[in-house]
Nanobody, 120 residues
Framework: QVQFVESGGATVQAGGSLRLACAVS????????MGWFRQAPGKTREFVATIGDGGTTNYADFVKGRFTISRDLAKNTVYLQMNNLKPDDTAVYYCNRPLWGGTAYVAHTWGQGTQVTVSS
């Protein structure tokens, strides 16, 4: 069974930075695309960023130039560096293996996520 444990969320002021981590167990990330997703209050879950098994990255337009997805294969962990945070980035952030690029359709059960709150 594949499990995701997200961490690193916090409350920060607008313009601040956070680094989220997602520890994956039950499957190696070396051969999978991996992604970050988020769900804001009252909204559906949405795609944020993905990193392919070859290291290619893709980002939603609203985070381009501010967020960076990366991975540590030795730790089987995926990261999301978030800079210049905005109040609209407030959401619970999740990681998972995407099934279709640019969407929130994923292969496995969601983890608990990590809360990011950006104050203005």
């Amino acid at each position: 069974q594949v499990q995701f444990v997200e961490s690193g969320g916090a409350t920060v002021q607008a313009g601040g930075s956070l680094r989220l981590a997602c520890a994956v167990s039950g499957r190696t990330i070396a051969t999978d695309d991996m992604g970050w997703f988020r769900q804001a209050p009252g909204k559906t879950r949405e795609f944020v960023a993905t990193i392919g098994d070859g290291g290619t990255t893709n980002y939603a337009d609203f985070v381009k130039g501010r967020f960076t997805i990366s991975r540590d294969l030795a730790k089987n962990t995926v990261y999301l560096q978030m800079n210049n945070l905005k109040p609209d980035d407030t959401a619970v952030y999740y990681c998972n293996r995407p099934l279709w690029g640019g969407t929130a359709y994923v292969a496995h059960t969601w983890g608990q996520g990590t809360q990011v709150t950006v104050s203005s």
